[in-house]
């Protein structure tokens, strides 16, 4: 089992739609979380970290439920500039390890 | 606005010799990441470093790679013997505790 699995999609939405995706992490003892987005043929770039109380960034909210193991994104308001492979990263580990999901591939359509 | 820095940025080599892709991780960051990307496997973690001491290496093939840190400002990722199998991009990374990770433009690798 991948320490941290996504669903690949592809998402196809249209443009103001809402989209969520969902990600799980096998170890429990993972300290911190993040959402990175990576536009084709270039570098992952932070989105924004995941924080248990839940935490947004204007059209974007993530969540995590240690309970069950699981992180989500939530973009409202889609966007086309939103089309991207959006990475889930737990890590763990005194030096903050970071494990990333395969990513989930999100285009948005006019 | 300060960035990791990666050289080269794209390299094509013949099976055999040596690959040498170098980092500058941002001034203050005491955390370096090496990952290498491909379509079929993804983000995978190679080796990192905390305040230049080799942390894990476990994902990396010890027979051919190594990775160092000379210094603060330097971080290497060689490959010898490389293989067209190691084809990949290869991100660097780096960070404080407890933050996300800033990457790296990459090295593209395409070894023939």
């Known amino acids: 089992r991948k320490e941290v699995e996504q669903d690949p999609g592809p998402f196809n939405v249209p443009e103001g739609a809402t989209v969520a995706f969902n990600c799980t992490y096998s170890n429990s003892a993972s300290q911190s979380f993040f959402w990175y987005r990576q536009d084709c043929r270039k570098e992952p770039k932070l989105l924004m970290s995941v924080y248990s109380s839940g935490n947004e960034d204007g059209r974007f909210t993530a969540q995590l439920n240690r309970a069950s193991q699981y992180i989500s994104l939530l973009i409202r308001d889609s966007k086309l500039s939103d089309s991207a492979t959006y990475l889930c990263v737990a890590t763990f580990g005194g030096a903050q390890k970071l494990v990333f999901g395969q990513g989930t591939r999100l285009t948005i359509n006019p | 606005d300060a960035r990791v820095t990666q050289t080269p940025r794209h390299k094509v080599t013949e099976m055999g010799q040596e690959v040498t892709m170098r980092c500058q991780p941002i001034l203050g960051h005491n955390t370096v990441f090496w990952y290498r990307q491909t379509m079929m496997q993804g983000l995978e973690l190679l080796a990192y470093?905390?305040?230049?001491?080799?942390?894990?290496d476990s994902g990396m093939p010890k027979d051919r790679f190594s990775a160092e840190m000379p210094d603060a400002t330097l971080a290497t990722l060689k490959i010898q013997p490389s293989e067209p199998r190691d084809s990949a991009v290869y991100f660097c990374a780096s960070g404080s505790q407890g933050t996300g990770k800033d990457f790296g433009p990459g090295t593209r690798l395409l070894v023939l």
């Open positions: 470093f905390r305040n230049r001491a080799p942390l894990d």
